[in-house]
């Protein structure tokens, strides 16, 4: 993703509220410069902008460059931070539509801004305050032992990236943080180049990749503790504590590491001489993490040196820069050998003088004498030069180191050989393996495919049945209700049908009405259940008819009956029910009631029967299936555990061979410190100065 430039940024970030999409955010301000433009701070990978609403105020990371697996790690940064809450760490969230520019939405990182010093300029602050640099040190070691516990790497630890906020230290800017969940990725970012080892590549990504940068910083934190004059001794900067990448790529020129080694300290010169060692280790993943609990303090004398401290395996070539160089004495030629010269030198002179005079001999003669005559003294005082025993002892040494040499070399080849068939023999195993565990997964989903079928037919047997069960709950109340609403309507009929028209005055209803209505069939109060008025006519001859509906009859008229008479019949009956109505069966004679449940009881149990049998099915064809796959995994799983036992056979003795090597390679390895140690005097033996020796 191609991303605006810092320009761009400060641009847009001018009018928080149409760029930002977070709502604090759009409420913000800006920090801003003398000029009234937002406050950029550049980095490698981002421009961050201090943005303010009240008393928060937080980082605006707005990203330069932009992988494609960036939201993922910072979601997984984040997931992990919160759960395991390191105190150094400082609080963030991702936003994918963070910011708009020029119309297009960015992702960005809105952090929590923290208050403080970067580690350069706090050691600024303090560098005449010794003892705050040492504790400051010790802090250090306390931050990187929190990242080793919750087995986390920042990826660029550096000056600019440690904030020192009231006597803690606090980690800004996470883009290439690891943290478990990222195994499968790569390094987007290989860390400030001051700070990291020369081998770290983007394959490298793991919770040690502070290794390297936590001794580096810890060794400048002590040393300046020890001799605070080191930073101006190497002009440090903004871009450096106390190490360039030249005192990393080539330790030994390297004029802060010869620095150290003046400063009278045991502690600091072991860690100095481990970091040495650390700095030609050719694979970053080997580098050990910064932990003084194993750092051995040098304090050997040379005499106490044996050949039994190679024999552990560990490269222990560093220990010969805790060596004293034993001293040779200065080569001078014999009082005899020097007046034989000085004399040779005189004569040749005087020939050559009186040949110029023509006194002697020809010049032609003279000159070609005199030269062979000195090569022949070279010779003779070169073969004299060359039989004292401290050129003796310089030869064999040379011809020894020359020898250890050429075998560590090929000692090295051999280990490249060994870890290459390692390597192969490893990729051969995986992929031998990971057949068969593909095999296993393919075994794994069919058997699963298989039983998710059988789960499937069990499950629409399942809802079939459901759903028959229903139906025969709804029909069961449905009887029921119907026979208890029968029963009561007989009842009902049967009480009213005991009220006569006669047994009571009715408003409007008199002899001659009830006549009427006992001939229309209306005798009792059971023969009305209720009364309708119907309009008929049209125009101004429109007039209301009431209509009684009795029960099993329909709509009669009766002449008389109009409207309010109906009315007050309907009122007359209603009034009589409601008397009646705490005296209605609220449930049905139990006869009847078992009656109805028995005969939908029978067909419950007969879809229960159903079921049972449906699931009964569906286990044991769920049992045959994993018998079947069963066996295949069994099968495979022999296999597998066959393959690993093969090639941890063959890996075993790869690796025991790969063991006696690296002792070897050690043990030379130190035998030739040793020896490029004791030969270091003999080199200023040289057969010039013993020619001016002898001269003058």
């Given amino acids: 993703m191609l991303m605006p430039t810092s320009t761009e940024y400060q641009d847009t970030i001018q009018n928080p509220r149409s760029c930002f999409c977070h709502s604090d955010l759009q409420q913000a301000l800006p920090e801003l410069t003398k000029i009234g433009l937002p406050r950029p701070y550049s980095g490698s990978f981002a421009v961050v902008f201090p943005m303010t609403k009240g008393s928060s105020k937080w980082a605006v990371r707005c990203f330069s460059t932009y992988h494609q697996d960036q939201k993922l790690r910072y979601e997984k940064i984040s997931q992990y931070l919160r759960l395991k809450q390191p105190s150094c760490m400082v609080g963030f969230d991702f936003l994918e539509q963070g910011i708009k520019v020029k119309g297009k939405w960015y992702p960005i990182l809105q952090m929590e801004w923290v208050h403080g010093d970067t580690l350069n ?49 606090k980690l800004v800017d996470y883009d290439g943080m690891y943290v478990p969940g990222l195994d499968s990725m790569t390094s987007n970012e290989l860390g400030h180049r001051n700070y990291q080892h020369p081998s770290r590549t983007a ?20 040393a300046l503790s020890l001799d605070p004059g080191l930073r101006r001794l190497v002009n440090a900067n ?14 030994d020129s390297s004029t802060v590491l010869r620095s150290l080694e003046k400063i009278k300290d045991d502690n600091l010169q072991s860690l100095a001489s481990i970091f040495r060692t650390i700095i030609y280790c050719p694979d970053v993943s080997q580098i050990p993490p910064l932990d003084l609990g194993q750092v051995p303090l040098v304090t050997v004398k040379p005499e106490q040196i044996t050949d039994q401290m190679g024999a552990t395996g560990r490269d222990l070539s560093w220990i010969t820069g805790h060596l004293k160089v034993s001293k040779v004495r200065v080569l001078v030629p014999s009082t005899l050998e020097g007046a034989f010269t000085k004399a040779f030198i005189i004569a040749s002179f005087i ?43 310089k030869a064999r040494l040379s011809s020894e180191l020359n020898d250890l040499k050429n075998k560590v070399k090929n000692i090295e080849n051999q280990l490249n050989k060994l870890v290459s068939g390692k390597g192969s023999l490893n990729q051969e195993k995986s992929r031998k393996v990971g057949e068969i565990t593909v095999k296993q997964r393919n075994t794994g989903q069919l058997e699963r495919n298989e039983i998710g079928k059988i789960d499937i037919d069990l499950r629409n047997i399942l809802s079939n049945i459901n759903s028959k069960r229903q139906v025969l709950s709804q029909s069961e109340s449905t009887e029921l209700a119907k026979a208890l609403e029968s029963i009561q309507s007989q009842f009902l009929s049967s009480k009213l049908s005991q009220h006569d028209l006669t047994s009571k005055s009715i408003i409007g209803i008199g002899p001659q009405m009830t006549i009427r209505l006992w001939a229309a069939g209306i005798k009792t109060a059971a023969d009305i259940s209720n009364v309708q008025i119907v309009q008929q006519g049209y125009g101004h001859h ?73 699931k009964k099915y569906a286990a044991q064809a769920k049992d045959l299936v994993k018998v079947k796959y069963r066996k295949e995994q069994e099968m495979l799983e022999r296999q597998i555990a066959d393959a690993r036992s093969l090639f941890a ?41 013993y020619l001016k020796r002898a001269l003058f």
């Fill in 649 to 689: 056979k063959q890996l075993k003795a790869l690796e025991d061979r790969i063991v006696i090597e690296n002792k070897n390679l050690s043990n030379n390895r130190y035998r030739s410190g040793i020896l490029e140690h004791r030969l270091k005097p003999y080199l200023q033996i040289r057969f010039s100065n």
């Fill in 542 to 614: 429109v007039h209301e008819v009431a209509y009684i509906e009795v029960p099993h009859r329909g709509r009669v008229h009766v002449d008389g009956i109009g409207p309010k008479k109906a009315q007050s019949l309907l009122s007359w009956r209603q009034g009589l029910e409601r008397g009646l109505k705490s005296y209605i069966p609220k449930s049905l004679p139990s006869a009847q009631e078992n009656a109805i449940k028995s005969k939908y009881l029978a067909q419950r149990q007969s879809l229960d029967a159903q079921e049972a049998d449906a």
């Fill in 121 to 169: 300029k706090f050691i600024e602050k303090n560098l005449e305050n010794p003892q705050e640099i040492q504790s400051l040190a010790q802090k250090f070691m306390q931050l990187v032992s929190e990242l080793r516990q919750f087995n986390i790497a920042h990826g660029d630890l550096q000056h600019g990236n440690i904030l020192v906020v009231n006597g803690c230290f």
């Fill in 203 to 222: 394959l490298d990504f793991g919770p040690y990749l502070d290794n390297f940068s936590a001794w580096s910083i810890y060794i400048a934190l002590l």
């Fill in 238 to 251: 903004d871009d450096h504590l106390l190490f360039r990448r030249n005192d990393i790529e080539a330790p």
């Fill in 351 to 393: 020939l050559y003088y009186f040949s110029l005079k023509g006194a002697v001999m020809p010049l032609e003669v003279a000159i070609p004498l005199t030269f062979g005559t000195f090569s022949m003294l070279l010779l003779i005082l070169n073969a004299r030069f060359n039989s004292r025993p401290e050129i003796l002892t």
